[in-house]
């Protein structure tokens, strides 16, 4: 099992960052897979951004070049940078995990999740 924690939300003005978080305890093997996903009110989630365990990463087109996905594996935490946020980038944010050897943003991919965290941006 796997559990996962974020942190790091909160209310940003247009044009701000922040850093999301996601703490990662209980089994954890060499090859897996870690997203982050965002929901908005009464639509389906959505992927943000996704990292394998050899390093490689994906990005929704609309958070190219303004979101950064890393891991510090020493640590077991998922980071999500936000830079230049939007109002349209308001939502919760989840993070998640699965044993998997792709960098995929498919939710229905993932086993484990977080338990969401807000982003607010005001424009």
């Known amino acids: 099992q796997v559990q996962l924690v974020e942190s790091g939300g909160g209310s940003v003005q247009q044009g701000g960052s922040l850093r999301l978080s996601c703490k990662q305890t209980?089994?954890?093997?060499?090859?897996?897979?870690l997203g982050w996903f965002r929901q908005y009110l009464g639509k389906e989630r959505e992927g943000v951004a996704a990292?394998?365990?050899?390093?490689?990463?994906s990005y929704a087109d609309s958070v190219k070049g303004r979101f950064t996905i890393s891991e510090d594996s020493e640590k077991n935490i998922l980071y999500l940078q936000m830079d230049n946020l939007k109002a349209e980038d308001t939502a919760v944010y989840f993070c998640?995990?699965?044993?998997?050897?792709?960098?995929?943003?498919?939710?229905?991919?993932?086993?484990?999740w977080g338990q969401g965290t807000q982003v607010t941006v005001s424009s």
């Open positions: 998640a995990a699965d044993y998997s050897a792709i960098a995929t943003k498919d939710p229905r991919k993932y086993n484990y």
């Open positions: 209980g089994s954890i093997y060499s090859v897996y897979c």
């Open positions: 990292i394998d365990s050899d390093g490689r990463s």
